[in-house]
């Protein structure tokens, strides 16, 4: 079966310091992976998605940036954060198992808090 | 304008009532899915369902009923006997035929069950 990982669960990070978020996906290979920030109690705002290795598309300009060195990880880094960057990151990870579309499924999430 | 309106930011009821959800999408696309996720209070996105558009059979999966309404552009949720458990934030969201990568979330619902 499949499972994904995030780490690290928390994070408290000065503000103008770097970041560094990775998710990992088990039991499936060349998996669609995306990430998303929830702000609290709001709702789910895609950052970034990725179809294969190296390929990274960009849904809302910001100071944070994505990559995927490998098949089955995604990383989310930022060269200096800022407070607006605080939030509930989750990555995701879906597969083409129709003809058409997906379901996209859901790691445990990181909660940053820039101080 | 919002893609996926979930006009109930809270509800509350005690435990054994039913519970419906409301979820109302736009879209133009003939195929599309639908979704909802629930999100209890440790943070991680759990898939419930999906739902592609030229399927419009209600379906039931225990306590949990959905119904699909091409008519009206719903996908509501009922929660039937509702427990504490049920307690959440509930999404609803879509993707389009065009670009299934990318998904529409609804701002959520809050459900406070109580005993």
């Known amino acids: 079966s499949q499972t994904i990982h995030q780490w690290p669960a928390t994070l408290v990070q000065p503000v103008g310091s770097p970041l560094s978020l990775e998710c990992t996906v088990e039991g499936t290979s060349n998996p669609n992976l995306y990430w998303y920030r929830q702000a609290a109690g709001r709702g789910l705002q895609l950052l970034f998605y990725s179809v294969g290795i190296g390929q990274i598309s960009s849904e809302v300009p910001q100071n944070l940036s994505a990559s995927r060195p490998q098949d089955r990880q995604f990383i989310l880094s930022s060269k200096k954060l800022l407070l607006s960057d605080s939030g509930f990151y989750l990555c995701?990870?879906?597969?083409?198992?129709?003809?058409?579309?997906?379901?996209?499924?859901f790691g445990p999430g990181t909660r940053l808090l820039v101080l | 304008a919002q893609k996926v309106t979930q006009a109930q930011t809270e509800i509350s009821v005690v435990e054994k009532e039913d519970v419906t959800l409301d979820c109302v999408y736009e879209?133009?696309?003939?195929?599309?899915?639908l979704f909802w996720y629930k999100q209890p209070p440790s943070g991680e996105l759990v898939f419930l369902i999906r739902r592609n558009s030229f399927d419009e059979q209600n379906e039931i999966s225990g306590r949990y009923s959905w119904n699909f309404q091409k008519s009206t552009s719903s996908f509501n949720f009922t929660i039937t006997a509702s427990q504490v458990v049920d307690s959440a934030v509930y999404f609803c969201a879509l993707s389009e035929g065009y670009n299934f990568n990318k998904f529409y979330f609804g701002s959520g619902t809050k459900l406070n069950v109580k005993p």
């Open positions: 879209t133009r696309d003939t195929t599309y899915y």
């Open positions: 995701a990870w879906s597969v083409e198992v129709e003809p058409l579309g997906e379901t996209q499924y």
